[in-house]
């Protein structure tokens, strides 16, 4: 994923998710975010992407724990685009 504000990216998987950092390089962070499974977080301006672009790539985490993760996440005041509905 590529964020105009790295560090604030950083600080959000870290921080908010909990992810556990992998590996920090000059302009890319890696979070390992299962056993054999990575997301690397990249500088924009250090790519060869414009943040103009489309995008195209979504990433999400499976849980049995939806309902406390939406809890948590409107208490840490994240924007959410939708609205969880159980059934």
Sequence with gaps: ?????LPRAVTFYEETLGLTR???AE???TF???EG????LM???HSQHSAAEA????VAFLTNELAGWWDYLLA???PIKYTYKPR
Excluded: G, I, M, P
């Excluded at 499974?37 to 690397?40: K, P, V």
């Excluded at 995008?55 to 979504?58: M, W």
């Design 32 to 34: 390992r975010v299962a």
């Design 55 to 58: 995008k195209s790539v979504a």
């Design 76 to 78: 840490a005041e994240v």
């Design 27 to 29: 302009h890319a962070v």
């Design 22 to 24: 992998h590996l920090t």
């Design 37 to 40: 499974a990575f997301l690397t």
């Design 1 to 5: 994923y590529y964020y105009q504000d």
């Design 43 to 45: 500088d924009v301006a």
